[in-house]
């Protein structure tokens, strides 16, 4: 995004009100007026949560079949952007 002058410095200078969310696989370090979530590989995240087990052609026996779609980085990746996004607007809050 800073290639394409869309980061989060030249972003901030045009509304310093947005919330600036990346999700990337395995590192990015944090700067001040970002929100991260951490994603990883689709395959990894299902094999780690053992949701991949139950993608086989026979339930018990076999190999797990790959899914088609990316399910974990829907279910993952995402639902950990939406909560640093909330935390941010909760952030901003008066106390």
Known sequence: ??????GPSEIHAINPNLIYVRISGYGHSPS??????????DINFLAAS???SKFRRNDKIGPP???ANVLS???S???FAFVQILKAIIERRPR
């Open 1 to 6: 995004m800073e290639r394409l002058e869309l």
């Open 65 to 67: 079949v790959i899914p």
């Open 32 to 41: 001040n007026n970002e929100a991260i979530s951490k994603a990883g590989r």
């Open 77 to 79: 990746g995402s639902t």
């Open 73 to 75: 980085y829907y279910c």
């Open 50 to 52: 053992g949701v991949l």
